[in-house]
């Protein structure tokens, strides 16, 4: 199985940037597509951004679009948030997630491997 671990969050003043990372421990890494989500307090947990196996394709909510970019480093197994112009509405959990489906899932039930989660906290 693949173990996920995320790193890098903590308190940013709005407008300000915080990169995630989340590590994979399984050597086949690039053999899956990943993902990254939050959860903020009394809401759902959604999807923000996907990156395809190689990289090649990505995906973004609408909220984050333009503001957060998806990246991967498949020899390090490590896949990257990047996250600029924080607001508070940008504070939650935020979790990797791997897949091995075809098309990407929306759902976080289709997603076979999860992180613990990071914190990120955005003061106004």
């Known amino acids: 199985q693949v173990q996920l671990v995320e790193s890098g969050g903590g308190l940013a003043q709005a407008g300000g940037s915080l990169r995630l990372s989340c590590a994979a421990s399984?050597?086949?890494?690039?053999?899956?597509?990943m993902a990254w989500f939050r959860q903020a307090p009394g809401k759902e947990r959604e999807l923000v951004a996907h990156?395809?196996?190689?990289?090649?394709?990505?995906y973004y909510a609408d909220s984050v679009k333009g503001r957060f970019t998806i990246s991967r480093d498949n020899v390090k197994n490590t896949v990257y948030l990047h996250m600029n112009s924080l607001t508070p509405e940008d504070t939650a959990v935020y979790s990797c997630?791997?897949?091995?489906?075809?098309?990407?899932?929306?759902?976080?039930?289709?997603?076979?491997?999860w992180g613990q989660g990071t914190q990120v906290t955005v003061s106004s």
């Open positions: 997630a791997a897949h091995s489906a075809l098309l990407m899932p929306v759902s976080p039930t289709r997603y076979d491997y």
């Open positions: 399984e050597r086949t890494f690039s053999s899956y597509n």
């Open positions: 990156i395809n196996r190689n990289g090649g394709s990505t």
